[in-house]
């Protein structure tokens, strides 16, 4: 059923490539809104971030589920596992626990916190490092060390 919606996702070993992304976009859009809506002291983009956030927060903890169904199968050598798997996995985890407490203290200050505002600013800044360095590791591991396995020897020829 899904090879003939998603023909590309056939080929993949896990679903996990297919859910990564939207955390990463969530938590971007809401930091960018929180920080714009500070700036120009909007509530309805407080509120847009704040559902943001949310939808950050929920697909966050589908991508760690899937993260961690999917690394015991992951084919790459002992030395990747190592030395970029285990730190993507702590830096994601971080990330999603440190995606949890913020969207917890927003929905407990109803859109944006307004008590030490500059606190989850500075959150969300370092919930946005944290996720550029997991997801580095993680583009390193299938790029440099083709953890996506068959589905992306090189060099590949396009087939219709």
């Known amino acids: 059923m899904l090879e003939r919606i998603l023909p590309g996702a056939s080929q993949l070993q896990n679903y996990h490539p297919l859910l990564v992304h939207f955390p990463i976009a969530f938590i971007y859009g809401a930091s960018l809104l929180y920080f714009l809506a500070w700036i120009s002291r909007s509530e309805k983009l407080q509120w847009t971030a704040l559902w943001m956030l949310i939808l950050a927060a929920l697909s966050a903890g589908l991508a760690l589920a899937s993260g961690f169904y999917a690394a015991p199968g992951l084919m790459v050598a002992q ?67 083709n953890a996506a396995g068959s589905a992306c020897p090189q060099p590949i020829d396009f087939k219709k």
């Open 79 to 145: 030395s990747v596992r190592h030395e970029l798997l285990s730190h993507h996995k702590h830096l994601m985890v971080a990330a999603s626990i440190l995606t949890g407490v913020l969207t917890l203290w927003a929905l407990a200050s109803r859109p944006m916190p307004t008590r030490a505002r500059i606190l989850f600013l500075t959150g969300l800044l370092a919930l946005m490092a944290l996720i550029a360095a997991g997801a580095d590791l993680g583009g390193e591991m299938v790029y440099a060390y």
